[in-house]
């Protein structure tokens, strides 16, 4: 009978968590995002991207300044001369750990080509360089000792390998509807480049365990939909638990990185440079860039704290993840500013973690003047701007407001319910220049909370 009891309490905490996903797509509608790693994946909320490689002895973009910026011969010899003697995966892991970071995303392969670790299916790869092996064996090594969950960046075109057919840049180089390929002998090398593709992330799986891979690049003709569902299976098979980004299949809706339809393989949606639609249904995570590169640049302008912290409240606040990019030096270093910026987020999650990890977005939509994430029995209030005198917001149906307080200050805040409305009195001075968090203590828990319009606040 209890045994029942337990079974029937975790069926539903999964039917409560369970987000709408795509997993395997329409040829594999049996093939579900698995549910424990995508709760913990949507219970950590912050993550550091991490875009490197020889490119930074230039300080170009990644992959898109070869033969712009960049000459292609120069470009593709690069790595001769890459020698990141400073590279210690302890002070990257650490630097994300310090920020409040749960995750790292490395781009283990970018459309460049080139490969951060030793790899035995291509020389173009770390183990070339003058530093002579790997980083990412360390990185990973490293990673499981600090407890922080390690994803692989990969993508799917390669603009240096012989069989990818796609050639940038090109005239007028845009995102590509997906083509069939008619050629027989452009198709026997795309087949060939398959088999590599997997071959490497078949490597990097067993050699590193990672929690995600994060794809990129699926929007060139060559890629199809019948292809992406196929990667993803692929994966799956090699590693039930493991998730796989949007980015695998062809149905993301441009920047705004929403999957079209349940047809397309992938477990989350991935907005770039942008923060995402609020979406507290649907898996996501924003990626968004601290400076403006994504690969290192010197005097790349820095976004400051109140941009990152406020950019991370309102992805969190929407339902999302936040990626946070930085691009390491070509010595192997994080640039010492922006180490002190992801510092900076981190203090501020040392005392508003709270109203971040572990929340769901909402219940209030957000708006110019705060974003709301609730869990247990409390709703968190962020506010982006002093709401000048007082908050009145709609009360969620059948919920009441026992009591509201700044995170981590004792005094209740002055507060009076009105007919379905409440309203809290803000003092003039906020406890942070940047984002104050209000919790709202409830009558009980907020789980299953429905969305809530605020047209007044
Ligand atoms: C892609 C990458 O190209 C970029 O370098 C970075 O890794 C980011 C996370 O993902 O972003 C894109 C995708 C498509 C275009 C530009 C940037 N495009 O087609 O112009």
Redesign the pocket.
Known sequence: MTKHVIFLVILLSNVVYAQNSSGGGEAYPYLKTNVEALKKFQDSKFGMFI?WGPVALRGT????SRGVQVPIDDYDNLYKEFNPVLFNASDWVTTAKNAGMKYIVL?TR??DGFCLWDSKYTNYDMASTPYGKGIIKDLSEECKKQGIDLGF?YTICDWHHEDYPVVYPDEN???HEEKEITNPEVKQKMDRYIVYMENQLKELIEAYDPSFIWF??E?EWAWTHEMGMELYAYLRNIKEDILINNRVDKGREGMAGTTKSYKYAGDYATP?REIGKYDVTNAWES?ITIANQ?AWKANDKLKTRKQCIQTLVQTVGGGGNLLLNVGPMADGRIEERQVVRLKEIGSWLDLYGEAIYNTRGGPYLPNDYLVSTHKDNKIYLHLLKHPDGNINLPLPKGFEVKNAHFVNQADFLNLKIKKGYFEVIVPEKLPDSDVSVIVLEMNKSTINMKSVENDVY
Request: glycine share 6%.
């Open positions: 875009h973009e990644i992959s898109w781009t970018h459309h960046y180089y845009k995102f990129d690049g929007w770039e990626c994504w």
